[in-house]
């Protein structure tokens, strides 16, 4: 890499804090390229970081992925409606059921088909419940990115048993749930499975309690945290970034709010901001959201009606819709999680297309790690809470 | 030769000795049981006998030790994460388990049978050499240290020199295998170890100096009898219960976690960021030899922490002299050993400028200023009555006032956030 190239990174890529060396001579010494991945302990998966070092300070990130390609977007044209399902399970394999949830939605959309209150319910409780899971475990990776010994990390894997085991008994899978259907859900929710929930979610604020007298306050964490990977609100909104790692840049935009869909409008929560978009406000608006997370878990399973869990009208199996188009989308615990369908009247889409929100998010990594040190850019990269299923697809 | 004077041992049985605690049978018990091994021998061999045995006994006892401290710490960080550790492994040929505790030889046993790599490129001499002068060094450290009130290895009269001389070179062994291994993560690794190394040797350093000029003597055992006595029988006239004992031992602890690369400064092992560091080219035995002097690390830097400010092998109270010496240093270096590794199931990982400038903007100038404090302690040690409250009362400001103003400018800018929620 010459001078030049690198004062017109500078130029380009001056975010506040970032300093990134100019000379370049032999007294001042070469620079190392590292690289970082697919087989390395933290990078959540098959991903790989390119990093051009200057001792310890990151000039140069180019990220690799597509190590986890699976043609999931052609595949959904050579399947039906229904046969996509289980394959949107594998996306984002932290949280199949809003993964589930934007899909059927845009099939609804698409076909125009009517959802029964008592699924929308079911269908909240279940997204909510995703994201407690889902922030739960990022909260702990995060931690284990930035050197706790594994506690954190147990005691996050702790609670999201617990909320798989839930998973487990109502749609027959941990993990891999395919549970939502065009018109409904799969399964009625028994009453024993509602107050296993229901207890799940009084004490679920007990453990965040103890989860933050751990890791909030502790002087460490802020000293690594706080000031690292700053993403400016222009920078997040001009790349598209959504979810959580918008909202830490000060910017209101959740779709459960935009968007109204489903039954979130009858709930009362509120959406945390941050003000720095630090790997520190990733962290807490995450905790935050949780917390908001249970007071609408705790309206949804008070007020669930009763009724069907299916539209009996709802045709699954001879699924035809009419030619059109339909993007579907809600905030899944990522970010916008949408589908985007092309139906030219046949049992298949014509065109399928994903909006993954780890992937787009993903975009802005390199303007967040440059003029920090090796050791940022993994708990940036933590921050960003990707799961490479959703990102190669 | 004949057998009645190797015998003659048996003749002391008595536990409690009217000549006090210095002559106690169990007190003596591994003098007499090296002193009738080497009755057997003819008299110009024996000094060599001697020495040998010290020898066998040490690598014979920390070995041990090395062995259950890592199935402690896994079943401690276990039971701190609420899982069980490791307690699967059973007595070869048998069902039985006993908590697993034939763990640590099979984990042996696995090491010795893995196959060796040594990556195309790298240095091989110095690939071999790193594990092995890490391990020599760190074995000799243990020649100093009191391990009981008859249990000198070696009487130096510069031992805590010696002692810290050959710490700071398990080092330069750090460098030598990542340098070696021809791999850019080990690379970084070598970088911060020497990083490491040049900062937490000094506050490490600067805070026995104290003891040293109490004491007045650089010898380990001199400094051991410097803090023997109680205070109305109930405080102990250890360093660690001054003012500038106690910041002392804080300084060495916090340092003593960084020289042995243990978790809040385990920067050059990183996993999650240099996935193992110096040791990512490293298998088989050659790991183990990293680990174990890793361990051992831990435990000379424990005991000498405790030879210095903890009283080595004293009894905390006069009542409890009946129990020997070195069942009490045992105890004190168990202690502490437990605390290593409890903070390392606690705390996360601190950054590499984080952590020289931690030690240079605040271990090191409070450690200075503790050095101060000593001197003004041992000028004022005629101070009596109101004016030893005054000695107490300067004391312990001088250290404190520091600590609070160099805390804050270090951690200025770092704080708790209050979050805005959108309507």
């Known amino acids: 890499m010459s001078v030049s190239d690198l004062s017109a990174l500078n130029a ?37 970081m390119i990093v051009t070092l200057d001792g310890e ?23 039906t409606y229904l046969g996509s399902m289980p394959y949107t399970d594998r996306l984002d394999y932290l949280s199949s059921m809003t993964n589930n949830w934007a ?37 702990g990776f995060l931690m284990q990115d930035c050197g706790c010994s594994g506690t954190p990390l147990m005691y996050a894997f702790r609670e999201r048993e617990y909320i798989l085991d839930l998973f487990e008994s109502l749609s027959g899978s941990r993990m891999m749930c395919n549970y939502q259907r065009f018109g409904g859900c799969r399964v009625d929710p028994s009453a024993d499975w509602l107050a296993g929930a229901q207890k799940l979610t009084d004490r679920y604020g007990t453990f965040l309690d103890e989860f933050e007298t751990l890791l909030t306050g502790n002087e460490i964490i802020m000293a690594r945290t706080q000031g690292v990977g700053k993403l400016s609100p222009e920078l997040a909104i001009s ?27 009858r709930f009362d929560f509120r959406v945390p901001l941050g003000d720095h ?29 009763a009724g069907p869990i299916m539209d009996p009208k709802a045709k699954l199996r ?7 188009e339909a993007y579907g989308r809600i905030e899944g615990p990522k970010g916008e999680i949408g589908f985007y369908l092309l139906s030219d009247g046949s049992p298949n889409p014509y065109r399928y297309r994903i909006r993954p929100p780890s992937f787009i998010n993903l975009t802005v990594l390199e303007d967040m790690c440059l003029g920090h040190t090796v050791a940022d850019a993994v708990i940036i990269l933590g921050s960003v809470d990707i799961v490479l299923g959703e990102v190669d697809r | ?57 040490i690598l014979s006892v920390f070995g041990l030790l090395f062995a259950y401290v890592t199935l402690a710490e896994r079943k401690i960080l276990g039971r701190i994460q609420n899982r069980p550790g490791p307690n699967r492994t059973p007595i070869p040929f048998t069902k039985l388990r006993f908590f697993g505790l034939a763990q640590p030889f099979a984990d042996g046993v696995k090491s010795l049978t893995k196959e060796d790599v040594v990556p195309r490129g790298a240095d091989h001499l110095l690939h071999f050499l790193a594990p092995v002068v890490l391990l020599a060094f760190s074995i000799l450290t243990f020649a100093v240290i009191p391990y009981g009130r008859h249990l000198v290895p070696v009487e130096l009269n510069a031992g805590v020199l010696y002692f810290f001389a050959a710490g700071a070179a398990t080092e330069l062994a750090v460098f030598m295998a990542g340098w070696a291994s021809r791999n850019k993560y080990s690379l970084l690794a070598a970088m911060r170890a020497l990083a490491q190394l040049i900062s937490y040797e000094l506050p490490l350093l600067l805070a026995w100096v104290p003891v040293v000029l109490v004491a007045g003597s650089l010898s380990t055992t001199e400094i051991v009898a410097a803090q023997a006595g109680w205070q109305f029988n109930v405080i102990p006239h250890w360093h660690v219960f001054t003012p500038w004992g106690a910041a002392g031992f804080a300084i060495f602890m916090i340092a003593a976690l960084a020289e042995s690369n243990r978790s809040p400064f385990d920067l050059p092992e990183a996993e999650s960021e240099l996935i193992a560091g110096h040791l990512t080219e490293y298998s088989g035995f050659k790991y183990a030899l990293f680990f174990m ?34 069942v009490w240093f045992m105890g004190k270096l168990s202690a502490l050993l437990l605390g290593f590794i409890w903070i390392r199931a606690t705390f996360p990982r601190l950054r590499m400028d984080q952590l020289t400038r931690f030690a240079w903007k605040f271990l090191v100038p409070l450690a200075l200023i503790n050095l101060g404090n000593a001197a003004f302690w041992s000028l004022s040690f005629h101070w009596s009555g109101p004016f030893q409250i005054l000695r107490w009362l300067i004391s312990v400001l001088v250290v404190v006032g520091p600590f609070v103003l160099l805390g804050r400018k270090l951690s200025a800018g770092v704080a708790p956030r209050v979050y805005r929620y959108a309507v």
């Not at chain 1, 590292?34 to 959540?44: A, F, K, L, Q």
């Not at chain 1, 790349?239 to 409008?265: C, E, F, I, S, W």
């Not at chain 1, 790997?279 to 007020?303: C, N």
């Not at chain 2, 110009?44 to 040998?52: D, E, K, M």
């Open chain 2, 293 to 326: 002097a890793e361990y051992f690390g831990m435990i000379a830097l424990s005991g000498m922490a405790i030879t210095l400010f903890l009283g080595g092998w004293h009894a905390p109270s006069p009542y409890v002299e009946f129990i020997p010496s070195y």
């Open chain 1, 239 to 265: 790349a598209g970034v959504t979810g959580p790692m918008l909202r830490a840049t000060g910017v209101n935009y959740d779709l459960r709010k935009v968007d109204a869909y489903g039954v979130y409008p």
């Open chain 1, 103 to 139: 899909y059927a939605l845009a099939v609804e959309k698409l076909a125009g088909q009517a959802v029964p209150e008592r699924a929308e319910y079911v269908r909240v409780i279940l997204a909510e419940l995703t994201r407690l899971l889902n922030h739960t475990c990022l909260a």
């Open chain 1, 277 to 305: 978009g630090d790997v520190y406000d990733r962290y807490m608006i995450r905790v935050l959201e949780m917390r908001e997370s249970i007071k609408i878990l705790q309206q949804a399973l008070a007020g669930l009606p």
């Open chain 1, 318 to 324: 001879s699924f035809r819709p009419k030619a059109g």
């Open chain 1, 12 to 48: 380009q890529r001056a975010t506040p804090g970032a300093r990134v060396r100019e000379v370049h001579d032999s007294f001042h010494g070469d620079l190392l390229e590292v690289s970082m991945g697919p087989h390395h302990p933290s990078t959540h998966g098959v991903f790989r």
């Open chain 2, 1 to 57: 030769m004949t057998l009645s004077g190797p015998l003659t041992f048996l003749l002391q049985l008595p536990l409690a000795s009217a000549a006090g605690a210095a002559d106690a049978f169990l007190e003596r018990l591994p003098l007499v049981a090296r002193d009738w091994v080497t009755s057997w021998l003819p008299e110009p061999w024996r000094w060599l006998v001697n020495s040998l045995l010290s020898i066998a006994v």
């Open chain 1, 57 to 79: 300070t990151i000039v140069k990130l180019k990220p690799v992925f597509g190590y986890l390609h699976r043609n999931h977007e052609k595949l959904g044209e050579t399947v």
